[in-house]
């Protein structure tokens, strides 16, 4: 615990040497949460390209709006309220993108690698992942953030801005069709 108490003094103090302009902490910062920051956009947007743009995009939000951060949540979950924000953009800019050209539906389902693509061999992280994707957006969502993230309700509410109470019940219902869909594919 005291670790992550010191990450999470440490990832402050950059924060407000980003707000001076210190050019050195944004490369520190970047260091200390670009990974977390595109596996978040990957998982919502299945697109690597899209992960890394989003990751780009929130990483120069930290830079302009730095002196935003009041100390009131974590680090972390501050530049993840930013990426989801920044997913949410682009998933809109994907659906437009969509609407006006319905003839490329087929090749955008297939683009990329995917989750499986990391789990390649293990049959039951690919049973996971199957019924993982037949969730909806804000049921993976939460699941993400509290199992892959490790993060505490709370956090993830304040991430998705919404009550607490809404990511318990989301949560819930997750695991309910996780459990059917697990019990199905067995």
């Known amino acids: 615990m005291r670790s992550r108490v010191n990450d999470v003094e440490a990832s402050?103090?950059?924060?407000?040497?980003?707000?001076?302009?210190?050019?050195?902490?944004?490369?520190?910062?970047?260091h200390a949460y670009h990974g977390?920051?595109?596996?978040?956009?990957?998982?919502?947007?299945?697109d690597p390209a899209d992960a890394a743009d989003v990751l780009n995009e929130v990483m120069l939000e930290v830079w302009r709006k730095a002196e935003?951060?009041?100390g009131r949540s974590q680090p972390l979950t501050w530049v993840l309220g930013i990426a989801h924000h920044?997913?949410?953009d682009s998933l809109r800019r994907r659906k437009a993108h969509l609407n006006e050209d319905d003839a490329g539906l087929d090749q955008l389902a297939d683009e990329?690698?995917?989750?499986?693509?990391?789990?390649?061999?293990?049959?039951?992280?690919?049973?996971?992942r199957r019924c993982l994707e037949e969730l909806s957006d804000a049921h993976r969502?939460?699941?993400?953030?509290?199992y892959f993230e490790?993060?505490?309700?709370?956090?993830?509410?304040?991430?998705?801005?919404?009550?607490v109470g809404t990511v318990k019940t989301r949560m819930f219902h997750a695991k309910?069709?996780?459990?059917?869909?697990?019990?199905r594919a067995a």
């Open 12 to 30: 402050s103090a950059l924060l407000a040497r980003i707000a001076q302009g210190n050019e050195a902490a944004l490369k520190d910062f970047y």
């Open 36 to 46: 977390r920051v595109y596996a978040f956009a990957l998982r919502r947007l299945n």
């Open 68 to 70: 935003r951060f009041e």
């Open 86 to 88: 920044k997913v949410l």
């Open 112 to 128: 990329g690698p995917t989750a499986s693509d990391a789990l390649a061999g293990a049959q039951d992280a690919e049973r996971l």
């Open 141 to 146: 969502q939460v699941v993400h953030l509290a």
């Open 150 to 163: 490790d993060l505490p309700y709370p956090e993830i509410a304040e991430i998705v801005d919404c009550p």
């Open 176 to 183: 309910q069709l996780l459990k059917r869909c697990l019990g």
